[in-house]
């Protein structure tokens, strides 16, 4: 699968949502489905979680790998997950179509040695605080073999202000342009932080020539096992890609 | 003058363009007109500049403000400008409709107090490094003797990255939206840093729920004395007004 | 009064103590005779307050002025105070020795000018977020009319971090020594933000090479109207003064 | 080996030197020499590095641990080493006596579960942009079987600021001491980002009250294929030796 069978042509704003981790199949399955009704084209969503300490949920594992199998069957969507291990890579690869590299391993420079071997297209997020130089850094340890289907995802970076959960630098999204020819998606839910300020953000994305977005939604966020301050419910996101529409033909973008 | 009469009225997106500083009478003369012509309301500009060294150009001063009251005079239009010490505010307050606190002086607690007592409407830029609560806190100082004419601009933070010269958080458009009444306006020139970015964080500006937009425009930005890799070109300016007039009609706002 | 009778020999360390806010008679006088009794030379204390808000206890300005020349009086020491605004600069020049300029205010360039008229040492702090090159470019600002008398206060800078209040990036003491030719001293309260870390920092300032330090020492710091985290007691500053004495002499300098 | 064995006794300062990279036999083998002499207890040295981009000095991998290992045996160093990768745990585990997590891998956590599982000491450096918080928690994925044999290496964190290449917030060696057991080290290299500045940070980070430091060392610093301008000579090192060990009598420390 290329870059223009995930939708970047140049034209459409592709837009990938999911729940932040994968909790369970009914969850899943009910969350792909919603967001495939609204517009979304990519299922996001996460088996293997990063988590602050050990004690936190770390995510269901092979098993939710099979869930995301099973949903990508039953849905026809194309799907991603974030990898973390080089060891998993195989097992990953047999199920996904896109794999994730979480900002958290921007500079993890075994993995993204190995993903640079295999032939799937890989969504690279900046590090917390990784300059724009080691965001093209770490987009060339993907390339040196000639795999050419990357995604910069920018999702903002640690500052010392505490009311957005991390800086989404908006002026970012044309200066990552300005440096590479990889499609540039944003990350609005972890800049965000709380649901209120995603839909301000991802519209700002869109306008500011974001060729796509990444976005966390849930049947029920509240209960979520993870970011369960910042995920959308289903309404919110219909309501965000309906706000979307407009302005992508504003701006002469497809949704 | 209000809010209102400046262009704050919820539903219109409020422009504010002029060249960084003041450098003569054909300089803002032609700006304002070029503004004026494009859809901009308010003509920015400074006479005072506070720059890093003193060996830096100091702004024209009090010539500025005469040259700053024959140009309102001669275009009608609205004027502001930024006032960097209570001195200066009774000779400048007789020219502008508009004063304006600039970031390195949003923590300068005995201007703010002196602009308090005035009866203009006051434009107050977020510090280089203010939290979201310091940033509202020195509008408290604003408001104290119940003036509510402020409008909050923000105008991005420094942090560790040097693609762009300030990062301009996009979610704090709304998360001070959230915290506060004042109009909300975005200052896309000086967290760009270079001109090529302005247009694209001036957008998401707009789409992100922005009430307004402060940007600088100048003749022949190569030659500016301040600030002359981020002014935009009249054609420059004229083409950014064009696209945002087709997203504000988008997200249901005028300009 | 010029730096080397501030004790700034090159040999000394020049330790600055005292409350962050003057509150009364008593308690300045008392502070001040605690702290000299311990090896201070400098009496810090503020009369005008730079606070967040308006509601905050904002200093006992005139009053507190009356009282620090009282005390000057009774005691013989060497006094030093922020002042804020051009405007008070000629009523705080006859009581005190020394000005100082606080963080908030470093590119409050016209009041940097005015200092700049007079012919007492300025204790220039960094901004918050200040780069080197800013903070020595307000230095030049004072320096401009050939008084030399400048002390660099580095007072840390703002992060993201939150277990210290502000960073105190240890290596800019030699950083800014090689930078210039004034003393640079260490304000360790205002870094530490709590107590239980101002020793350990202030030790690391003197080891690093800082020719003095600033600290804010209280009778009773939990009733402190401001800073009351921060401010050591007597007794926690006695101490200090006793380890800071025997590394001073480890490391060829005085106390 | 235990904490005790590496020189962790709450008494002693434990100094660990060496070159960036493992460069060849005799490059590592003459640092060996010359820190030991000088009274470095541990020698520090990397074969695999993680750098910014692909064409930059990958370090000699396979290669530069068998010199490691001959090094160690002809020397009877402590060693340590960086491991970027949980396959490379068992072959550098047969040589080393500590792992070293460098702050690129702070929340690699698959990393951190398998060192976990090991029987090894192990450094964790906090990464880049990681809070104190962030910083514990990778500690407790280390420490989640019953290894508490970890040292706590603070290294300094990315800010605006360029005059040093990490902001070594000095205050943070007590705020880790206060919520944790380990022992506390300090990389004075990497924060000081050239090596006129390692001297004066080294230094406070004894006064500050860590238990140790990691300084990077070199026989031609200018000629080193990594960190060429943060190293010291084994002149300078002798030499910052020889005034930490009289700071270290005045604060009741040994080296």
Known sequence: MGLKEIGFDGKNFAVMAGPCAIESKEQLLETAKAVKNAGAKVLRSSAYKPRTTPNAF???GEKGM???GEVKEETGMIVETEVLDPRHIESIGKIVDIFRVGARNMQNFELLKELAKQEKPVILKNGLSATLGEFLGAGEYL?????ESIMMCYRGIRTFETATRFALDIGM???IKEKTVYPVIVDSSHSAGKASLVPSISKAALAAGADGLMVEVHPNPEKALSDS??????LEFESLMHEMKAIASSVGRKI
């Open 229 to 234: 301050k910042q995920q959308l419910t289903f």
């Open 173 to 175: 999204v044309q200066a």
């Open 143 to 147: 390339s040196q073999h000639g795999n």
């Open 58 to 60: 770390q995510g269901l």
């Open 66 to 68: 099979r869930i995301l």
